[in-house]
């Protein structure tokens, strides 16, 4: 089974290539919605996504999406209840994503300016945490996601190029946590590879 396993990681790993394909590294900026906004309600600054795709048709690509966000917000003093416990103090908001997903590109033209569309499936680990003073509530859960995509690409030169895109990672509710969304402005480069 191993073996297998093993051979058909192999070929597609020749099939990606053997392909026209490309890397993207790109800041993000996150804007919180759903629960997401319930406990931390700023935008973060603090974000990184990459990319590997390759070219399956002229204008399709397929690869993977990989991504890092840091979520922040700090409360007032004030009493918070959880359960039965309510506790009184300035409160540290946290939520670190860490969206992971297969995802595919159509592009529009092969001009300088690229537009295209794209949608991602994958999962999404979050790990919230909310901290008064010595107190520590910790949860982390895994999320099915489902990120649509839009953006355009800019050829800079002949293996470089600008990436600008926005993606929206729509978490579903899970047994422990309501659904919730993130949408990832990004800003980044591509480096093409034949």
């Given amino acids: 089974m191993k073996k297998s396993l093993l ?5 597609l790993l ?3 290539v053997s392909a026209q394909s490309f890397t993207s590294i790109q800041y993000t900026v996150g804007v919180p919605f759903g629960d997401l ?23 399709i690509t397929v690869g993977i999406n ?21 506790l009184t103090g300035v409160q540290y908001r946290y939520n670190n994503m860490f ?38 509530i910790e949860e982390t859960n895994w999320h099915f996601l489902l990120s649509p995509e839009l953006g355009f690409m800019v050829d800079v030169s002949a293996d470089i190029g600008i990436k600008i895109n926005a993606i929206y990672d729509n978490a579903f509710k899970t047994r422990d946590m309501d659904a919730f969304g993130n949408l990832r402005l990004n800003i980044g480069f591509i480096f093409m590879s034949f």
């Fill in 99 to 136: 969206p992971m997903m297969v995802n595919a590109h159509y592009t529009f033209g092969t001009a300088t300016i690229m537009p295209y569309v794209g949608l991602g499936v994958g999962t999404i680990f979050n790990l919230r945490n909310t901290q008064m003073g010595l107190n520590s």
């Fill in 37 to 59: 906004k319930d406990h931390t309600n700023n935008l973060s600054g603090r974000g990184l996504t990459f990319e590997f795709h390759t070219e399956i048709e002229p204008a």
């Fill in 66 to 86: 990989l991504g890092y966000s840091v979520f922040y917000e700090r409360k007032d003093y004030d009493s918070y209840s959880q359960g039965t416990a309510t």
């Fill in 14 to 16: 020749s099939c990606f």
């Fill in 7 to 11: 051979l058909a990681f192999g070929i």
